[in-house]
């Protein structure tokens, strides 16, 4: 087996932050597969645009890609902009002066704007703030930018899923607590998508193989290319099962095998569970050195009544610090939230 261990040290606040990739172990076939199908590139067909590749001929998507400074853009579209996908110069303008205000008050010696925020909300100077862009909804399809209708299943789901509004918090077992709040995952979805903090993604090459590591919840997908077949449907998982090629400049991923415990709705994965159904269809475009469109397409018939997708551009930064993810220590949480049921019963 061949090891590659990639790090990085990256200095923010005063303070060192070791960064990095641990061991990932890739098989010596796949990579011999790899390298053989990179030998065997049409050298007379170069591709439209000049893009960096790997030393074994695949586009270099290498780096972090946080999709935080996306945090502004809505992720349905307002229902009075119908089809139209971006702001005017007024409405551009309005969402400036908007990030420029909350920044402001972010950075207030005294007080806190917690107007509108759940009681279990953090302070707004805890979060991370977006920049300004013309992107009228993260959702591009349909082309109104907004969810398509549930199915009577799907919604009889949604309808069940716990929120985290403060009056909701009245767990009865381990069963309603959903992996979203037990901090075990987000999901593919909730791991990308632009959020409030933790957004980066790093992405590691090496033959044969592409590795993402999200900064929520500390996941990692490995993702070969050797165009090995899914598992089969017994086999099921939060992050589901990844398989990956390349489309010109374009990483193209085909995840099944979920296994229907994650969560859809808005950024976070927060509400909207999706079944065993789901089928995602990822593409991470290399525009250039420094700038990478992501897009995905979301299936899962048994949820919603049509496929929707969300796409927007991420910037590479490489002085990005990946933090630990640290949430629900010893789930006190839970124990908590469990033992005030007991209190609940006993006091009945």
């Given at each position: 087996?061949?090891?590659?261990?990639?790090?990085?040290?990256?200095?923010?606040?005063?303070?060192?932050?070791?960064?990095?990739?641990?061991?990932?172990?890739v098989l010596a076939a796949v990579s011999s597969v790899d390298a053989q199908r990179g030998a065997r590139r049409d050298a007379a067909s170069p591709p439209a645009r000049e893009i960096p590749r790997t030393p074994w001929g695949d586009?270099?998507?290498?780096?972090?890609?946080?999709?935080?400074?996306?945090?502004?853009?809505?992720?349905?579209?307002?229902?009075?902009?119908?089809?139209?996908?971006?702001?005017?110069?007024?409405?551009?303008?309005?969402?400036?002066?908007?990030?420029?205000?909350?920044?402001?008050?972010?950075?207030?010696?005294?007080?806190?704007?917690?107007?509108?925020?759940?009681?279990?909300?953090?302070?707004?100077?805890?979060?991370?703030?977006?920049?300004?862009?013309?992107?009228?909804?993260?959702?591009?399809?349909?082309?109104?930018?907004?969810?398509?209708?549930?199915?009577?299943?799907?919604?009889?789901?949604?309808?069940r899923w716990r929120t985290t509004s403060a009056e909701s918090y009245l767990f009865e077992s381990p069963a309603d607590l959903t992996p979203y709040d037990r901090c075990i995952?987000?999901?593919?979805?909730?791991?990308?998508?632009?959020?409030?903090?933790?957004?980066?993604?790093?992405?590691?090459?090496?033959?044969?193989?592409?590795?993402?590591?999200?900064?929520?919840?500390?996941?990692?997908?490995?993702?070969?290319?050797?165009?090995?077949?899914?598992?089969?449907?017994?086999?099921?998982?939060?992050?589901?099962?990844?398989?990956?090629?390349?489309?010109?400049?374009?990483?193209?991923?085909?995840?099944?095998?979920?296994?229907?415990?994650?969560?859809?709705?808005?950024?976070?994965?927060?509400?909207?569970?999706?079944?065993?159904?789901?089928?995602?269809?990822?593409?991470?475009?290399?525009?250039?050195?420094?700038?990478?469109?992501?897009?995905?397409?979301?299936?899962?018939?048994?949820?919603?009544?049509?496929?929707?997708?969300?796409?927007?551009?991420?910037?590479?930064?490489?002085?990005?610090?990946?933090?630990?993810?640290?949430?629900?220590?010893?789930?006190?949480?839970?124990?908590?939230?469990?033992?005030?049921?007991?209190?609940?019963?006993?006091?009945?």
């Amino acid at each position: 087996m061949a090891l590659f261990r990639r790090f990085a040290a990256v200095k923010t606040a005063g303070r060192l932050t070791l960064i990095g990739v641990a061991a990932v172990a890739v098989l010596a076939a796949v990579s011999s597969v790899d390298a053989q199908r990179g030998a065997r590139r049409d050298a007379a067909s170069p591709p439209a645009r000049e893009i960096p590749r790997t030393p074994w001929g695949d586009p270099d998507l290498q780096g972090v890609w946080p999709s935080g400074p996306l945090i502004e853009v809505p992720f349905e579209r307002p229902a009075a902009f119908g089809t139209r996908d971006t702001l005017t110069d007024a409405e551009f303008a309005q969402r400036t002066a908007q990030i420029k205000a909350q920044s402001e008050s972010d950075a207030a010696e005294s007080g806190r704007d917690t107007a509108g925020s759940p009681a279990t909300a953090p302070p707004p100077h805890w979060l991370e703030r977006g920049v300004a862009t013309r992107q009228a909804s993260l959702i591009v399809d349909p082309p109104d930018g907004r969810l398509p209708p549930m199915t009577e299943d799907g919604a009889r789901r949604a309808a069940r899923w716990r929120t985290t509004s403060a009056e909701s918090y009245l767990f009865e077992s381990p069963a309603d607590l959903t992996p979203y709040d037990r901090c075990i995952t987000r999901g593919v979805l909730g791991s990308t998508f632009p959020n409030i903090y933790n957004t980066g993604i790093q992405i590691v090459q090496v033959p044969g193989a592409v590795i993402l590591r999200y900064e929520m919840v500390h996941e990692t997908r490995i993702v070969p290319l050797d165009g090995r077949p899914h598992l089969p449907p017994a086999l099921r998982s939060y992050m589901g099962d990844p398989r990956g090629s390349w489309d010109g400049g374009t990483l193209v991923i085909d995840t099944t095998n979920f296994n229907g415990r994650t969560g859809s709705l808005g950024r976070n994965g927060n509400g909207n569970p999706t079944s065993e159904a789901l089928h995602l269809v990822e593409r991470f475009t290399l525009i250039d050195a420094n700038r990478l469109q992501y897009e995905v397409t979301i299936a899962d018939p048994q949820t919603w009544t049509r496929p929707w997708t969300v796409r927007f551009p991420l910037a590479r930064n490489d002085g990005y610090a990946m933090y630990e993810y640290a949430c629900h220590e010893g789930n006190y949480a839970m124990r908590n939230s469990l033992s005030a049921a007991r209190a609940r019963e006993r006091a009945k």
